[in-house]
C-alpha cells in the first residue's frame, strides 16, 4: 500500500475551531486522493471502501455522509482528477499564439503530467474501462474534453471547412490511443518523448501527413 | 483504450495472399463456419455467450455474477459450470465468437487483386455493420474484453496487429523519408478505435456504418496524401448513401 500522503495539510486532531466546511473539504480532497491511488494500485473491483477511508484517514461515516457508495466516490475522483490535468493542458495551450504551436503546448503538458504519476495515468486512461458503464461514460467524457484543443485546426487549415465533421475526435482519439499504448507496455517514462508521435497524430488530420511532418520537423528539432 | 502489444513499426511483411496465415499466426480464430450461423440462440452454449454480453452491456463485466448470466440465459447454474470453468472463460468464449465473426467478415473482402484504399474502405464497412448489428457483442468485444486483461486482452491485440497489418500494406518506403514518424499507421488505427468506442459509448451502436467516411479518411490519409483521403471519404460517403 502506498503511503497515505504527507504533503497535504491536515487539520490538527483533538478539538479545533476550523470552520466545519472547510473541515469537509480536507476530507472530501483527501478521500478523492487516495481513492486515484488505492484504485490504481489495487484495481476498481478489489478495492473496498475499507481500504479507501483507511488510505485517507477518515470514519466510515464519514465517507458515506460524502458518498453513497465506491462507485460514486470512484466517479468524483475521476472528474476532479481530469479537471485537474485539463487545467495544465488549457493553460500550456493558451500561452501560445499558433495553433500547432498551441497544440504541441498542450501535448507536451499533457505527457508531463500523466509521466509524473504513471499509475494514475494508467487508470485514467486504461484501467477504468474495467470500473463499469458510468466510468466507462466519463472516460469518453475525458476524452471529448480534449477536442477543443484540435477544434481551432479547422481554422488554421488551408481546407478546414472541407474536412470531416469528427476531425477533432480522431486527433484526439490517436494521442489517447498512442498514450495508452505506452502505459500498457509499462512505458511511462518515454511519455515525454512521444511528443513528436503526437504532434504528428493531431496536425495530420487538419493538414495532412507532408505539411505535418514538416510543422513537426520545425517544432521539434 | 487497449494496447497494440507489439510495437514493432517495420513495414507490414503480410503477403497479400497470406491474411489467414497471419490470422492462424495470431492464434485468432478465423472461424468461417460461424459466418452463415448468426448469434441466434441455438443452444444452451450461445444462449449462455449472448447472456454474457447482455449483461455486460448493462453493468460491465466487473460487476455481472454468474448468476445473472444464468437467468439471462434461461439455463441452471450447473449447465453453465458444465460449459465454462467460470466468468472469465465464458469472456474468452463470447470474445473468441465475436472474433471468429470479425475476422471472417474481413477475410470476405480482402483480395489481393483489390485496390488498397478500396479494400480498407470495404473492410471498415463490414466490421462497422457487423458491430451495429450487435451491440452487445460490440461492447463487450471492444470496451470489457480488453479491460478485463489476460487471454481476452491478448486475443484483442493479437486483431489489432492484424488490422493494422492490413493497413500497413499501403504504406510505401517514400513517406517514411518525408519525416513521417513510423508511428503514423498506429496513430490511426487509434483514432479510428477511439471514435468506434465513443460511439458505442454514447449508446449509438446502431449508427456505427455512418462512421465510415471519417474512418477511411484518418486510416488513408498517412499512405495517400490528405487529398486522395478526402476522395476516398467521399466516395465513402456516397456508398453509404446509395446503399449498394
Known amino acids: ?221 | 483504450m487497449p494496447p497494440l502489444s507489439s510495437q514493432q513499426e517495420a513495414k507490414s511483411d503480410l503477403d497479400r495472399a497470406d491474411l489467414g496465415g497471419l490470422i492462424n499466426r495470431e492464434q485468432l480464430p478465423s472461424g468461417r463456419a460461424d459466418l452463415e450461423q448468426p448469434l441466434v440462440a441455438h443452444s444452451q452454449r450461445e444462449r449462455i455467450l449472448n447472456a454474457m454480453a447482455a449483461a455486460c452491456a448493462a453493468k460491465g463485466f466487473g460487476a455481472t455474477t454468474i448468476g445473472d448470466i444464468v437467468e439471462g440465459a434461461g439455463v441452471s447454474r450447473a449447465t453453465f459450470y458444465e460449459l465454462f470453468k467460470d466468468k472469465e472463460e465464458c469472456l474468452q468464449a463470447s470474445m473468441e465468437l465475436s472474433l471468429a465473426d470479425a475476422m471472417g467478415r474481413i477475410v470476405e473482402v480482402y483480395s489481393p487483386d483489390k485496390p488498397w484504399a478500396a479494400m480498407v474502405r470495404d473492410a471498415t464497412r463490414a466490421f462497422l455493420e457487423l458491430l451495429a448489428s450487435r451491440p452487445n457483442f460490440a461492447r463487450m468485444a471492444l470496451i470489457e474484453a480488453p479491460a478485463a486483461g489476460g487471454r481476452s486482452l491478448e486475443m484483442y491485440a493479437s486483431a489489432k496487429r492484424v488490422l493494422q497489418a492490413v493497413l500497413d500494406l499501403g504504406r510505401n518506403d517514400p513517406i517514411e523519408e518525408q519525416g513521417i514518424p513510423a508511428s503514423a499507421g498506429r496513430g490511426a488505427l487509434a483514432a479510428a478505435e477511439q471514435l468506434i468506442v465513443g460511439q458505442i459509448l454514447a449508446g449509438n451502436s446502431e449508427r456505427l456504418p455512418e462512421l465510415l467516411p471519417d474512418i477511411v479518411y484518418i486510416v488513408t490519409i498517412p499512405y495517400l496524401g490528405q487529398d486522395e483521403a478526402l476522395r476516398q471519404s467521399r466516395e465513402a460517403e456516397k456508398l453509404i448513401h446509395s446503399g449498394a
Open chain 1, 1 to 221: 500500500m502506498p503511503q497515505s500522503s504527507g504533503e497535504r495539510w491536515r487539520p490538527p486532531r483533538g478539538r479545533h475551531r476550523l470552520p466545519r466546511e472547510v473541515v469537509e473539504r480536507s476530507q472530501r480532497e483527501r478521500l478523492l486522493e487516495a481513492t486515484m491511488r488505492v484504485v490504481a494500485e489495487k484495481g476498481y473491483g478489489p478495492a473496498t471502501v475499507t481500504d479507501l477511508t483507511r488510505e485517507a484517514g477518515i470514519s466510515r461515516t464519514t465517507f458515506y455522509a460524502l458518498f453513497v457508495d465506491k462507485e460514486a466516490c470512484f466517479l468524483a475522483a475521476y472528474d476532479e482528477t481530469v479537471e485537474r490535468l485539463m487545467r495544465q493542458v488549457t493553460s500550456a495551450y493558451e500561452a501560445q499564439e499558433r495553433w500547432p504551436e498551441r497544440a504541441r503546448a498542450g501535448l507536451e503538458a499533457l505527457l508531463a503530467e500523466l509521466a509524473a504519476d504513471p499509475a494514475q495515468a494508467r487508470l485514467l486512461l486504461v484501467d477504468v474501462a474495467a470500473a463499469g458503464p458510468a466510468a466507462q461514460r466519463r472516460y469518453r467524457a475525458a476524452v471529448q474534453r480534449l477536442t477543443p484543443l484540435f477544434d481551432e485546426g479547422r481554422d488554421f487549415a488551408p481546407g478546414g471547412r472541407g474536412l470531416p465533421a469528427n476531425a477533432s475526435r480522431l486527433a484526439a482519439g490517436a494521442v489517447v490511443g498512442l498514450i495508452a499504448d505506452e502505459l500498457v507496455a509499462d512505458r511511462a517514462d518515454n511519455l515525454p518523448s512521444l511528443l513528436s508521435d503526437l504532434l504528428f497524430a493531431t496536425l495530420i488530420a487538419y493538414l495532412g501527413p507532408d505539411a505535418a511532418a514538416r510543422e513537426v520537423g520545425e517544432r521539434t528539432r
